[in-house]
């Protein structure tokens, strides 16, 4: 699982008890519903997912597709909330090789 950058929308719809998981396209919606509540410790009451627009690439005469994933926003049980994750800063300066 992961989550797409804080956006406006995003920092929006948190306030009504929903959040948004960008997940595999082969995850099924019970396997998703069943680690977030294991992962996270909540009560899930709903879920909506779209599979967002693909991106076409070319090699030679070739056509691929780039993008194998669906974006959830999963509605919480009121009681419930996950509390924002942060990455971890870097404090350490990376210095070049000593000479």
Known sequence: MGGPGFTEKRMRIEEKNHYTLNVESESTRTEIKYWVERLFG????GMNSHR???????????????????????????SYSIPPLRKESNSRRREGPKI
């Open 42 to 45: 909540v009560k899930v009451r």
């Open 52 to 78: 967002l627009l693909r991106k076409g690439f070319r090699m030679g005469p070739s056509m691929g597709h780039r993008m194998h994933y669906r974006r959830l926003i999963i509605t919480l049980q009121s």
